[in-house]
């Protein structure tokens, strides 16, 4: 039998070209293990439908062209972007700004950190040979992703942060992530964020820019959760109709820790927002929510790894669809519970709302678990509008568009009332209600 | 004010209202009767607008306006309200929301200014205590969590609230008990008067010694067969629906 070779494709070529060049770069770097990330990408290639995991969600088809890494803006074309910024954008916070996934320090308020906290550019972190990034990649799965892999590989900026033990600081940090330009470009950003025991951490983060920008961010965020401490994390992707958007949180939360993140999209012709938890330590309490509003041929693809490897976990996950037009949900949501993490309580639901007949969701939640004494489900669900609903709203006055958004957003709401912090919690609803608007 | 000439209906192929005329006049207080399957609850959703119902010929006049020419919400901003025999619950809309939102839609419909906000809570909190309304209900879901009780007395404060001017009340007195029925049976009797009226469909006797009505009709095989006063409905407490019993229970 003859010997088969893929042949790449025209993107892959074009990645392993611009390694090449960008190699150069980071040669004096060695922290960082670039090299073997992007062995590890070269053998898989960009993932296509062939690949379980990317099945619904085929990056070899929709990457046709690998774009090159963008160059750092200059000021006053990072200040233009950043004025046009919408994402959290009224809210009281110490802001990051990443323009085109560089960080724009005079655009940001490094000098008004809140006390406990300390940010560390990334690229500082690299120079001065920084502890904290031992910590980088604190789940081991997400290292077998070929998605965070090429993040690794091509790593352009990013930032560490440390909150300190028994820190509560009030104010969150913003990560606000901006893109602006005329031609195809490429991001790979990482923020590591190392919360000390019994610290409480409010992250916001928001991803944007114009559309009918070609752009192609690959951004991560790795997060260790201490002992008792609490991590909240509220993330909005508004991105332009033409981004194809790729992210990944990695969580590693040890003793008694407390997480709530929740990813609100709306924007990107593709997006995929991977999240792996590893539940370290016992006693833990991790939710994890979503909720994407779709339309006019965007893809979003939500996929989850909650591997619980310790006694008393419970975790809680909620994403919830809203696809008009022809639009596609992704949801793909697996919960391991390995032998040792008795008494893990966790519940994984995925509800789509499909407006129109076009629409598509793809649900695949999965159970693996190995302790005998645990509490775990899932469930998923998909349908158009309560007709019976709509028909009770309307006979109390409200036209039947008005009554369709008022359940749109209450079957949304869901999701985002997890929220903890006031401000970003009304940003989200807010972000809901301006898509209703626009949809009319 | 409410005047239904020849009305035919079906469901699926299935013939449910058969040439129904009725006439309702303005201030009067009528109920409907019959057994199972008469059509009663269809003819409530069909006066209220609901889709599902083919009306294969007839017309519902509101003064003088055929409402079958109109969506449901467009009837709701012309004076029509459907208290609903089984109230739906909305998880994720606050009861509060809900309220505001319809009484401003109805406004904006009709040409008016939308309530303020004090104006609007003055007008709630009044009618909440009137129908004994725990105010913390007015906080939660719509109905989610309610008892059934509880749910048909929402249906009221919205009566009350909306102010429209022909009410279809479907088997409000089901699922209540004693004391439900008497503040229930209150809140339509205070909405009485000149100007507005009611079609009470009920299956018992009992919901009429609290809404006394001004004229009873008897509806079998989706027509009214007979009509009469308000001692129409103690005869077929005591004698049944068997003279009207249809053996094409719909």
């Not at chain 1, 009224?90 to 996934?101: C, D, K």
Request: hydrophobic share 45%; net charge negative; glycine share 8%.
């Amino acid at each position: 039998m003859a010997d088969v070779t893929n042949l790449r494709s025209p993107a892959e070529a074009g990645l392993s070209k611009l390694f090449e060049t960008a190699r150069q770069s980071f040669a004096s770097e060695t922290t960082i293990a670039r090299e073997e990330a992007f062995r590890f990408f070269e053998a898989t290639g960009l993932p296509s439908r062939r690949v379980e995991a990317f099945k619904y969600t085929d990056l070899r088809a929709a990457i046709a062209e690998a774009a090159p890494p963008a160059e750092a803006p200059s000021l006053d074309a990072a200040k233009a972007a950043v004025a046009q910024a919408k994402g959290f954008s009224g809210l009281e916070a110490a802001r990051l700004t990443f323009v085109n996934g560089h960080l724009i320090r005079e655009l940001s308020d490094l000098d008004k950190i809140p006390a406990g906290v300390t940010i560390l550019p990334l690229n500082d972190a690299l120079s001065q040979g920084d502890t904290a990034l031992t910590q980088l990649a604190p789940v081991p799965q997400a290292r077998e992703n070929p998605v965070y892999q090429l993040n690794t590989a091509f790593l352009a900026d990013g930032a560490v942060i440390r909150v300190a033990p028994g820190a509560k600081p009030e104010q969150p940090i913003h990560l606000r992530f901006v893109g602006t330009g005329n031609t195809p470009f490429s991001t790979a950003t990482r923020v590591l964020v190392q919360i000390g025991e019994d610290a409480a951490f409010s992250l916001l983060e928001s991803h944007e820019g114009p559309n009918g920008l070609t752009c192609q961010p690959n951004d991560a965020l790795d997060v260790v959760v201490g002992p008792k401490a609490v991590f909240r994390h509220t993330r909005l992707n508004i991105e332009g109709d033409a981004a194809i958007a790729l992210s990944t949180l990695s969580l590693k939360v040890e003793a008694e820790g407390q997480v709530e993140t929740v990813n609100l999209v709306t924007g990107a012709v593709l997006s995929r927002h991977q999240i792996y938890v590893h539940v370290a330590g016992e006693g833990t309490n991790v939710v994890v929510n979503g909720a994407a509003m779709l339309r006019r041929g965007q893809l979003a693809d939500s996929t989850l790894l909650a591997d619980h490897a310790a006694v008393g976990g419970v975790g809680r996950e909620q994403f919830k669809w809203i696809i008009d037009g022809d639009a596609t949900g992704v949801f793909q949501g697996k919960i391991i519970v390995r032998q040792a993490a008795q008494q893990t309580d966790g519940k994984m639901k995925s509800d789509c709302l499909l407006l129109t007949d076009e629409g598509q969701m793809m649900n695949k939640p999965e159970l693996e678990i190995f302790a005998d004494d645990v509490a775990c489900g899932h469930g998923a669900t998909c349908g158009a509008p309560d007709e019976d609903l709509l028909f009770y709203l309307m006979a109390r006055g409200l036209p039947r568009a008005t009554a369709e958004s008022l359940l749109v957003q209450a079957f949304v709401g869901e999701a985002v009332e997890a929220v903890t912090h006031e401000g970003a919690r009304a940003a989200l609803i807010g972000e809901i209600e301006a898509w209703l608007k626009a949809r009319g | 004010m409410l005047e239904i000439k020849n009305l035919v209906v079906q469901i699926e192929d299935n013939r449910i209202l058969n040439g129904l005329n009725l006439t309702v006049n303005d201030g009067e207080v009528a109920a409907i009767m019959g057994p199972n399957g008469s059509g009663k609850s269809t003819l409530s959703y069909v006066i209220a607008g609901k889709e599902d119902y083919e009306v294969l010929d007839g017309e519902i006049l509101l003064d003088g306006q055929n409402v079958l020419e109109m969506a449901a919400d467009e009837r709701a901003a012309a004076g029509v309200f459907l208290a609903f025999q089984y109230p739906l619950e909305i998880p994720g809309v606050g009861t509060t929301t809900f309220l505001k939102a319809c009484l401003n839609a109805q406004r904006k419909a009709r040409g008016e200014a939308e309530l303020s906000t004090p104006d609007f809570i003055r007008a709630v909190n009044g009618a909440a205590d009137k129908l004994e309304i725990n105010k913390e209900m007015l906080k939660r879901a719509l109905n989610v969590g309610f008892s059934g009780g509880e749910k048909k007395r929402m249906e009221i404060l919205q009566m009350a609230l909306l102010q429209p001017k022909f009410c279809v009340l479907d088997e409000t007195d089901s699922g209540l008990d004693i004391d439900a029925l008497r503040i229930v049976s209150e809140g339509v009797n205070a909405l009485r008067g000149q100007g507005r009226s009611f079609l009470v469909i009920t299956h018992y006797q009992r919901l009429l010694n609290h809404i006394v009505p001004d004229v009873v009709h008897v509806m079998s095989k989706g027509q009214i067969v007979k009509t009469g006063g308000k001692e129409l409905a103690l005869e077929l407490e005591a004698s049944g629906y068997a003279e009207y019993r249809t053996s094409e229970a719909a």
